[in-house]
């Protein structure tokens, strides 16, 4: 999947450090992500993020 897309060549662009941190309280997720990608043109480029969440819970 993913994350940060070239709007020019629409070619996506490689992580290079993910962090992510959560916390949850009861019924409640809060959650944290910092992403930065690598840009590999020799020259500035426009960049689209692509973020798909998914949600899934259960009832016991």
Do not use: Q
């Amino acid at each position: 999947m993913p994350g940060l897309i070239n709007k020019e060549s629409r070619g996506a662009l490689p992580l290079s450090v993910c962090d992510i941190t959560s916390c949850v309280r009861g019924y409640t997720l809060a959650m944290t992500a910092s992403m930065t990608y690598e840009n590999i043109e020799d020259h500035a480029i426009e960049g689209v993020c692509l973020l798909v969440y998914v949600c899934v819970y259960e009832y016991t």
